[in-house]
């Protein structure tokens, strides 16, 4: 054991020689792809300039302002305004700015159309975040200074649409108002804004253009309420729904006299029952009313007559209008027909017959239309050609054009929830000659290229196609398992409950599906995804089984909603098996068991802390009950500051059929409200391997790692620090770190850095936790390591005792002895504030370890966690240099060549996945946030295998040329000898 | 520098154990060193009878008389431990009594922990010889806050009751406070829990307890190295040089494959003059063939 630590660490230091391990240029997606995405699209607006380049510019969920390409759905330029800048609205003033409000209402921006460069920026006074509404005029003569007018939080601005400076700016001196609508009568300065202050009064206001004065206002409540929609049906009519949705409140405010006429819906429409919503649209005297079962278009008459023009049954979408003239405005119908979407396009002004009918073939695992934008263009017979940009329920966004997908983005990839990885089929045997011989042609030629590159006899265009074999390598894209593991399946789960299989090679989709489960339905009205577990990998004797995984959802916000489950096949994206479970879903742990099947067993605790065993089938309740007394669970109540331990037992009869566990309190760990709330748990990966416990120090000595699957670490932090940087003083924020064993609940370690405050980021790994954090004190972000030690097994240094076999080497660790440990620590500076943090895993643990630091620059760092070492010190001995320890220093380096990412940026980066391959030195890295991004590193170098482009055919060459030589010379010794004979 | 400290306290707790077994029967009131984190006692059952007294008693403050009169800002208090057997509610088990010291910053501090359990009765005794067999849980619990017990929630903690027995019953608790809230309490065996765990009576039902009350430690300042790196600017030519070794040290490597060689040369050439003889007679042997051959 010993000796094989020894020659581990031997391998490490060897190879952990060099610190950084950089890319040449060349090397570049050779084994790394990124893809870009933008999110669900939320608003879609074209841009048609007569120079001919035809763009679309959207704003997304995930806040993301984006100019597209309309003819390929590529990417002009893009900006992601992160997370806490939500995006309200998009318009384009001038023809060349791009302006986006954000923030609620507080932030204007304006985007330069061609290059996506910023223009302006406008921060405006809002009293509240509030919904909020940009008007933009669109008949204003070009060359005049055009306002545009921000409404939001009870206030108008008018800022110049050049530079973003307010001309004026309107407080109308109401709480709780809200515009619902602004609209200019066309060739006027007045501006009408119509809104609900509260829930039951309407108010409109009629503003100066120019000057923000307010020319006349009027106000009337109405006694039921509004529900807070209201959509304009003609200049001097707008229609609400009532605090029900089951009555149309139809206002006219003509000349500031308001007046109510209210609609019963069932009246209006026999089948409507439920609630209604109404969509947003500027129709000309139409209004739009999405029922249960389908969108009913209204026409508005008078004030107190609306006429159904048409019902168009779900699942279906309805785009804006779209002006063609000034009287004659289009708008699209999309209607699904199972696997067909039946296209409309029509005119207002003749609603009976259509200008356009087109049916599209739709791919099954897009779900049902979302949304529906609509644009048009002159057809070369000089007519209206119409085409759409689709929102797909999968958040996929699609153009439709004369009847076919022009192209597709897959955009739900922006919102990953959670991923796996999954092993690809073995290679079978029985390959096709032709195949072989074609791949071995493929092969020389490849290397033959490749010799002419190593003896500098390559012409440039060879070098490109060196260059080209390389990155598309065949080898790298195969649907089978490799020797190195470098091969696998991302199985990654969307918000919009879709499952993706993506291959390392390439990054392409192998499989997707849209989960039945997942998609709204009666039973299950706001499912969202969770998790996505390895639900069966087979190995051994379930071989010819595929693996498959397990996708957990709930359904509904709230921790008392039914859980989901959906276990989909890993090769194919076949759905096994879904269900809605009977309890909700608080917590789920894979347990290291299986059954016959090779099925993993999973623990689903509920929210009334029962917990349920999955796959319930008597052999997994057999196979759990033998385990069941070493079974622990703990769970982390965060709004409480408390942190319970329980055990499993069973009340009564276990019922074979439900499989019921009742849970029995073991520890629990109060946090003192006052001082403390629990800012961060983090544990060790399940699945991490640890190579040997014994880490080799300077002169030979031996230090016992701690290693413990059962280490939790909290941080908690001062309430009052709790908030942003620089919300509390030093003197009032404190952060505490501890290292909890969770079987027990025993505190191993518990240590306060004074005047440190969150966000906090943390991982564990083998003994060692590396947490990052702000120190008030030193106005900067540090990182601290805590590294626990076992000091019970420090007696079997004794040779005599091991020889003697009175070593306590082989006896079983328990959590319920009192731990014998020590702890060092030591804290950092480091320049970046942190988005993510992960660690290396390979399948050994031999290798080193590094650590991959999500920075706010949306690039990964990879820092050597030698730099990370609590032992570092200022004057390191020999012995200790020998060891590998770097002289300590008061910051954590940034050496711009361990970025992970090299020259490109995962925007929006939320998540880094790390995943073994087969080859010990390699650790597939898979980051995701809007973009994607995914490489393979080696933090000590690729000690283990030879580089890809290493010249096999150098190789074989010199290896020919020196048999050659031997055969020459031998020849000519024995002629010599021969000679010399008859001399 | 830390195994050394831990290696000291250790010393210190044996050393300390030492002393309160010889001492017998003499109850002392008083901790022998002023430690604030480090306070135990070997509590003996119904050593107190005021205590033992099986109520639930609510959270006492008196002044403590063995203070002097001039320390208003100390003062004594206590907290009951109450313990479970498997599934049945909680009892009183012991009293801890501490001291709360009030700083001047505001801040409040337990310090000198002293524990006194309840013998335990037969009914406990039988409730305990049922978890044993049947490896359960014993469970124990303290208020999470000593002023206003139990404060938001009682702290548990349990260990499984095959862990406790040896020649009695030994426990050790180690209390985690944070001012007068308790954060954690960790119960358990006093030394190892071996597993498989084997069923064994204890021979004496009564409880040998150790006590440690633990506050949060300060993490170091990280370091910084202004001063240092200019420092070491200046004085960049010189470094430390290392210290001289020896010149056996140094060159032994080299040394003995020498005195090897030289062994070895010698006794070729002793053996040498032996084997002249023969080695002449086969020259002279080998050479005229060779000289027939080359003809």
Request: charged share 20%.
């Given at each position: 054991?010993?000796?094989?630590?020894?020659?581990?660490?031997?391998?490490?230091?060897?190879?952990?020689?060099?610190?950084?391990?950089?890319?040449?240029?060349?090397?570049?997606?050779?084994?790394?792809?990124?893809?870009?995405?933008?999110?669900?699209?939320?608003?879609?607006?074209?841009?048609?300039?007569?120079?001919?380049?035809?763009?679309?510019?959207?704003?997304?969920?995930?806040?993301?302002?984006?100019?597209?390409?309309?003819?390929?759905?590529?990417?002009?330029?893009?900006?992601?305004?992160?997370?806490?800048?939500?995006?309200?609205?998009?318009?384009?003033?001038?023809?060349?700015?791009?302006?986006?409000?954000?923030?609620?209402?507080?932030?204007?921006?304006?985007?330069?159309?061609?290059?996506?460069?910023?223009?302006?920026?406008?921060?405006?006074?809002?009293?509240?975040?509030?919904?909020?509404?940009?008007?933009?005029?669109?008949?204003?003569?070009?060359?005049?200074?055009?306002?545009?007018?921000?409404?939001?939080?009870?206030?108008?601005?008018?800022?110049?649409?050049?530079?973003?400076?307010?001309?004026?700016?309107?407080?109308?001196?109401?709480?709780?108002?809200?515009?619902?609508?602004?609209?200019?009568?066309?060739?006027?300065?007045?501006?009408?804004?119509?809104?609900?202050?509260?829930?039951?009064?309407?108010?409109?206001?009629?503003?100066?253009?120019?000057?923000?004065?307010?020319?006349?206002?009027?106000?009337?409540?109405?006694?039921?309420?509004?529900?807070?929609?209201?959509?304009?049906?003609?200049?001097?009519?707008?229609?609400?729904?009532?605090?029900?949705?089951?009555?149309?409140?139809?206002?006219?405010?003509?000349?500031?006299?308001?007046?109510?006429?209210?609609?019963?819906?069932?009246?209006?429409?026999?089948?409507?029952?439920?609630?209604?919503?109404?969509?947003?649209?500027?129709?000309?005297?139409?209004?739009?009313?999405?029922?249960?079962?389908?969108?009913?278009?209204?026409?508005?008459?008078?004030?107190?007559?609306?006429?159904?023009?048409?019902?168009?049954?779900?699942?279906?979408?309805?785009?804006?209008?779209?002006?063609?003239?000034?009287?004659?405005?289009?708008?699209?119908?999309?209607?699904?027909?199972?696997?067909?979407?039946?296209?409309?396009?029509?005119?207002?002004?003749?609603?009976?017959?259509?200008?356009?009918?087109?049916?599209?073939?739709?791919?099954?695992?897009?779900?049902?239309?979302?949304?529906?934008f609509i644009n048009n263009y002159i057809r070369t017979d000089r007519t209206h050609g119409f085409r759409v940009l689709v929102v797909m329920e999968d958040h996929s966004l699609l153009l439709v054009q004369q009847g076919e997908i022009v192209w597709s983005r897959e955009d739900g990839l922006a919102s990953i929830v959670d991923s796996t990885t999954s092993e690809l089929p073995v290679e079978k045997e029985g390959v096709s000659v032709a195949e072989v011989e074609h791949s071995l042609f493929e092969w020389l030629k490849g290397h033959f290229l490749k010799l002419k590159g190593t003896l500098m006899l390559a012409s440039p265009d060879e070098v490109a196609a060196i260059q080209a074999i390389r990155l598309k390598s065949f080898e790298k894209n195969k649907m089978t398992r490799d020797h190195n593991g470098f091969r696998k399946l991302i199985i990654v789960l969307t918000r919009a409950g879709k499952v993706l299989a993506l291959h390392t090679g390439d990054g392409r989709i192998v499989w997707s599906v849209l989960l039945p489960v997942l998609r709204k339905s009666e039973t299950c009205g706001n499912p969202f995804a969770l998790n996505v577990y390895q639900w069966q990998v087979p190995h051994h004797h379930a071989m010819h089984e595929n693996p498959s995984v397990l996708v957990v959802g709930r359904c509904g916000h709230n921790f008392d909603a039914p859980g989901i489950f959906s276990i989909v096949d890993a090769y194919t994206g076949k759905v096994h098996n879904s269900l809605v479970l009977e309890h909700s879903v608080r917590h789920i742990m894979p347990l290291p068991l299986t059954d016959s099947t090779e099925q993993h067993l999973h623990i689903v605790i509920d929210?009334?802390?029962?917990?349920?065993?999955?796959?319930?089938?008597?052999?997994?309740?057999?196979?759990?009950?033998?385990?069941?007394?070493?079974?622990?669970?703990?769970?982390?109540?965060?709004?409480?500051?408390?942190?319970?331990?329980?055990?499993?037992?069973?009340?009564?009869?276990?019922?074979?059929?439900?499989?019921?566990?009742?849970?029995?309190?073991?520890?629990?760990?109060?946090?003192?409200?006052?001082?403390?709330?629990?800012?961060?748990?983090?544990?060790?990966?399940?699945?991490?391997?640890?190579?040997?416990?014994?880490?080799?120090?300077?002169?030979?000595?031996?230090?016992?790692?701690?290693?413990?699957?059962?280490?939790?670490?909290?941080?908690?932090?001062?309430?009052?620090?709790?908030?942003?940087?620089?919300?509390?003083?030093?003197?009032?924020?404190?952060?505490?770190?501890?290292?909890?064993?969770?079987?027990?609940?025993?505190?191993?370690?518990?240590?306060?850095?004074?005047?440190?405050?969150?966000?906090?980021?943390?991982?564990?790994?083998?003994?060692?936790?590396?947490?990052?954090?702000?120190?008030?004190?030193?106005?900067?972000?540090?990182?601290?390591?805590?590294?626990?030690?076992?000091?019970?097994?420090?007696?079997?240094?004794?040779?005599?005792?091991?020889?003697?076999?009175?070593?306590?080497?082989?006896?079983?660790?328990?959590?319920?002895?009192?731990?014998?440990?020590?702890?060092?620590?030591?804290?950092?500076?480091?320049?970046?504030?942190?988005?993510?943090?992960?660690?290396?895993?390979?399948?050994?643990?031999?290798?080193?370890?590094?650590?991959?630091?999500?920075?706010?620059?949306?690039?990964?760092?990879?820092?050597?966690?030698?730099?990370?070492?609590?032992?570092?010190?200022?004057?390191?001995?020999?012995?200790?240099?020998?060891?590998?320890?770097?002289?300590?220093?008061?910051?954590?380096?940034?050496?711009?060549?361990?970025?992970?990412?090299?020259?490109?940026?995962?925007?929006?980066?939320?998540?880094?996945?790390?995943?073994?391959?087969?080859?010990?030195?390699?650790?597939?890295?898979?980051?995701?946030?809007?973009?994607?991004?995914?490489?393979?590193?080696?933090?000590?170098?690729?000690?283990?295998?030879?580089?890809?482009?290493?010249?096999?055919?150098?190789?074989?060459?010199?290896?020919?040329?020196?048999?050659?030589?031997?055969?020459?010379?031998?020849?000519?010794?024995?002629?010599?000898?021969?000679?010399?004979?008859?001399? | 520098?830390?195994?050394?400290?831990?290696?000291?306290?250790?010393?210190?707790?044996?050393?300390?154990?030492?002393?309160?077994?010889?001492?017998?029967?003499?109850?002392?009131?008083?901790?022998?060193?002023?430690?604030?984190?480090?306070?135990?006692?070997?509590?003996?059952?119904?050593?107190?009878?005021?205590?033992?007294?099986?109520?639930?008693?609510?959270?006492?403050?008196?002044?403590?008389?063995?203070?002097?009169?001039?320390?208003?800002?100390?003062?004594?208090?206590?907290?009951?431990?109450?313990?479970?057997?498997?599934?049945?509610?909680?009892?009183?088990?012991?009293?801890?009594?501490?001291?709360?010291?009030?700083?001047?910053?505001?801040?409040?501090?337990?310090?000198?922990?002293?524990?006194?359990?309840?013998?335990?009765?037969?009914?406990?005794?039988?409730?305990?010889?049922?978890?044993?067999?049947?490896?359960?849980?014993?469970?124990?619990?303290?208020?999470?806050?000593?002023?206003?017990?139990?404060?938001?929630?009682?702290?548990?903690?349990?260990?499984?009751?095959?862990?406790?027995?040896?020649?009695?019953?030994?426990?050790?608790?180690?209390?985690?406070?944070?001012?007068?809230?308790?954060?954690?309490?960790?119960?358990?065996?006093?030394?190892?829990?071996?597993?498989?765990?084997?069923?064994?009576?204890?021979?004496?039902?009564?409880?040998?307890?150790?006590?440690?009350?633990?506050?949060?430690?300060?993490?170091?300042?990280?370091?910084?190295?202004?001063?240092?790196?200019?420092?070491?600017?200046?004085?960049?030519?010189?470094?430390?040089?290392?210290?001289?070794?020896?010149?056996?040290?140094?060159?032994?490597?080299?040394?003995?494959?020498?005195?090897?060689?030289?062994?070895?040369?010698?006794?070729?050439?002793?053996?040498?003059?032996?084997?002249?003889?023969?080695?002449?007679?086969?020259?002279?042997?080998?050479?005229?063939?060779?000289?027939?051959?080359?003809?």
């Amino acid at each position: 054991m010993t000796i094989r630590a020894c020659l581990g660490l031997m391998i490490l230091l060897l190879f952990s020689s060099t610190i950084s391990t950089a890319l040449f240029e060349d090397q570049v997606g050779l084994a790394d792809w990124h893809q870009k995405y933008i999110g669900k699209v939320k608003h879609a607006i074209f841009h048609t300039q007569k120079t001919g380049r035809k763009r679309v510019v959207v704003s997304t969920e995930e806040n993301v302002v984006a100019s597209l390409d309309l003819r390929t759905g590529d990417i002009f330029w893009r900006h992601v305004l992160g997370e806490i800048d939500r995006i309200d609205q998009v318009d384009i003033t001038l023809g060349k700015y791009v302006v986006t409000l954000s923030s609620g209402g507080s932030i204007l921006r304006a985007w330069n159309l061609p290059d996506g460069q910023m223009i302006w920026e406008s921060i405006l006074q809002v009293s509240a975040p509030s919904k909020s509404l940009l008007h933009v005029p669109a008949n204003m003569n070009v060359g005049k200074d055009n306002l545009i007018l921000v409404f939001g939080g009870s206030s108008i601005h008018a800022l110049s649409s050049t530079d973003g400076q307010i001309v004026w700016r309107k407080e109308l001196s109401t709480n709780s108002l809200e515009i619902q609508q602004v609209f200019q009568p066309h060739d006027s300065d007045i501006i009408y804004a119509l809104g609900f202050i509260g829930s039951s009064e309407f108010v409109a206001y009629y503003v100066n253009y120019k000057t923000g004065e307010v020319l006349q206002q009027s106000k009337a409540s109405f006694k039921s309420g509004f529900c807070g929609e209201a959509s304009l049906a003609s200049d001097d009519v707008i229609v609400a729904l009532d605090a029900s949705r089951t009555y149309l409140v139809s206002i006219s405010f003509r000349n500031g006299v308001i007046n109510f006429q209210q609609i019963y819906i069932p009246d209006l429409i026999p089948e409507f029952f439920g609630k209604a919503t109404l969509l947003p649209s500027k129709y000309n005297g139409i209004l739009a009313v999405d029922i249960a079962s389908s969108i009913v278009l209204l026409r508005v008459k008078g004030v107190n007559e609306l006429e159904i023009i048409e019902k168009i049954i779900h699942p279906s979408a309805i785009s804006d209008s779209l002006p063609l003239s000034k009287e004659q405005q289009a708008f699209a119908i999309l209607q699904h027909d199972e696997s067909r979407i039946h296209f409309k396009v029509k005119f207002d002004t003749d609603l009976t017959s259509e200008v356009l009918k087109e049916t599209i073939q739709m791919d099954g695992q897009r779900g049902n239309v979302e949304k529906v934008f609509i644009n048009n263009y002159i057809r070369t017979d000089r007519t209206h050609g119409f085409r759409v940009l689709v929102v797909m329920e999968d958040h996929s966004l699609l153009l439709v054009q004369q009847g076919e997908i022009v192209w597709s983005r897959e955009d739900g990839l922006a919102s990953i929830v959670d991923s796996t990885t999954s092993e690809l089929p073995v290679e079978k045997e029985g390959v096709s000659v032709a195949e072989v011989e074609h791949s071995l042609f493929e092969w020389l030629k490849g290397h033959f290229l490749k010799l002419k590159g190593t003896l500098m006899l390559a012409s440039p265009d060879e070098v490109a196609a060196i260059q080209a074999i390389r990155l598309k390598s065949f080898e790298k894209n195969k649907m089978t398992r490799d020797h190195n593991g470098f091969r696998k399946l991302i199985i990654v789960l969307t918000r919009a409950g879709k499952v993706l299989a993506l291959h390392t090679g390439d990054g392409r989709i192998v499989w997707s599906v849209l989960l039945p489960v997942l998609r709204k339905s009666e039973t299950c009205g706001n499912p969202f995804a969770l998790n996505v577990y390895q639900w069966q990998v087979p190995h051994h004797h379930a071989m010819h089984e595929n693996p498959s995984v397990l996708v957990v959802g709930r359904c509904g916000h709230n921790f008392d909603a039914p859980g989901i489950f959906s276990i989909v096949d890993a090769y194919t994206g076949k759905v096994h098996n879904s269900l809605v479970l009977e309890h909700s879903v608080r917590h789920i742990m894979p347990l290291p068991l299986t059954d016959s099947t090779e099925q993993h067993l999973h623990i689903v605790i509920d929210n009334n802390l029962h917990a349920h065993l999955y796959p319930k089938t008597s052999d997994s309740v057999k196979i759990f009950l033998d385990e069941m007394p070493n079974i622990y669970w703990y769970s982390v109540e965060v709004g409480k500051n408390i942190i319970k331990g329980y055990s499993l037992e069973i009340k009564g009869e276990l019922d074979m059929a439900e499989n019921v566990f009742q849970p029995k309190e073991l520890w629990s760990i109060v946090f003192p409200s006052k001082s403390e709330t629990i800012a961060l748990t983090a544990t060790r990966k399940m699945n991490e391997i640890v190579h040997t416990q014994a880490k080799i120090i300077a002169d030979q000595d031996v230090m016992y790692k701690y290693i413990s699957k059962n280490i939790l670490f909290v941080a908690t932090v001062a309430p009052k620090a709790s908030g942003e940087i620089g919300s509390a003083t030093p003197e009032e924020a404190w952060l505490y770190a501890y290292l909890i064993d969770t079987v027990s609940g025993r505190i191993l370690h518990r240590v306060a850095h004074q005047g440190a405050q969150g966000p906090i980021h943390a991982v564990v790994s083998e003994n060692w936790v590396v947490y990052h954090y702000f120190n008030l004190r030193a106005h900067r972000h540090e990182m601290s390591v805590i590294e626990i030690y076992d000091q019970s097994r420090e007696d079997n240094k004794d040779v005599w005792k091991l020889v003697l076999g009175k070593h306590n080497l082989t006896t079983p660790i328990s959590s319920y002895s009192k731990p014998d440990v020590t702890v060092k620590s030591q804290s950092y500076f480091f320049t970046h504030s942190v988005k993510s943090m992960a660690v290396t895993a390979t399948a050994k643990g031999i290798t080193s370890k590094q650590l991959l630091i999500g920075t706010i620059g949306d690039q990964v760092l990879a820092l050597d966690k030698r730099f990370l070492d609590p032992r570092r010190s200022v004057n390191p001995t020999q012995s200790e240099k020998e060891e590998g320890i770097i002289p300590l220093t008061d910051s954590l380096p940034v050496v711009p060549q361990s970025y992970v990412t090299h020259a490109l940026q995962v925007e929006g980066l939320r998540g880094i996945v790390t995943t073994p391959a087969k080859l010990e030195s390699t650790t597939l890295v898979f980051s995701y946030g809007v973009d994607l991004f995914f490489t393979r590193i080696a933090p000590s170098r690729t000690y283990d295998s030879l580089t890809e482009d290493f010249s096999y055919a150098l190789l074989l060459l010199t290896i020919v040329a020196l048999v050659a030589a031997l055969l020459v010379t031998w020849a000519l010794s024995e002629k010599k000898e021969l000679r010399e004979k008859w001399r | 520098m830390g195994s050394s400290r831990g290696r000291s306290l250790v010393l210190f707790t044996l050393s300390t154990l030492l002393l309160v077994s010889i001492a017998g029967g003499f109850q002392s009131d008083e901790l022998l060193q002023d430690d604030e984190e480090f306070g135990l006692e070997g509590g003996r059952p119904a050593a107190d009878p005021a205590l033992s007294t099986p109520t639930r008693p609510p959270i006492r403050r008196r002044p403590d008389p063995d203070l002097p009169s001039g320390s208003p800002d100390s003062k004594s208090v206590q907290f009951s431990l109450e313990h479970q057997f498997g599934g049945s509610g909680f009892f009183p088990a012991g009293t801890f009594t501490a001291r709360l010291k009030s700083w001047s910053h505001g801040g409040q501090t337990l310090t000198k922990l002293r524990f006194s359990r309840n013998a335990l009765t037969e009914e406990e005794k039988g409730a305990f010889e049922r978890l044993l067999k049947e490896d359960g849980y014993y469970t124990i619990r303290v208020p999470s806050n000593v002023l206003n017990a139990p404060g938001r929630d009682f702290v548990i903690s349990s260990v499984r009751a095959r862990c406790i027995p040896r020649e009695s019953l030994d426990e050790h608790f180690i209390i985690h406070t944070d001012g007068v809230n308790i954060v954690a309490v960790n119960y358990g065996s006093a030394g190892a829990c071996q597993y498989p765990r084997m069923l064994k009576y204890p021979a004496k039902w009564s409880f040998t307890s150790f006590t440690v009350l633990k506050n949060s430690e300060q993490a170091p300042r990280t370091p910084t190295f202004a001063e240092e790196l200019l420092a070491g600017e200046d004085g960049l030519g010189e470094g430390v040089k290392p210290p001289e070794k020896s010149f056996w040290a140094k060159y032994w490597m080299y040394l003995i494959p020498l005195v090897f060689i030289v062994l070895n040369a010698m006794t070729q050439a002793m053996n040498m003059p032996e084997e002249q003889t023969a080695g002449q007679s086969t020259q002279a042997q080998r050479t005229p063939s060779t000289t027939v051959r080359r003809r």
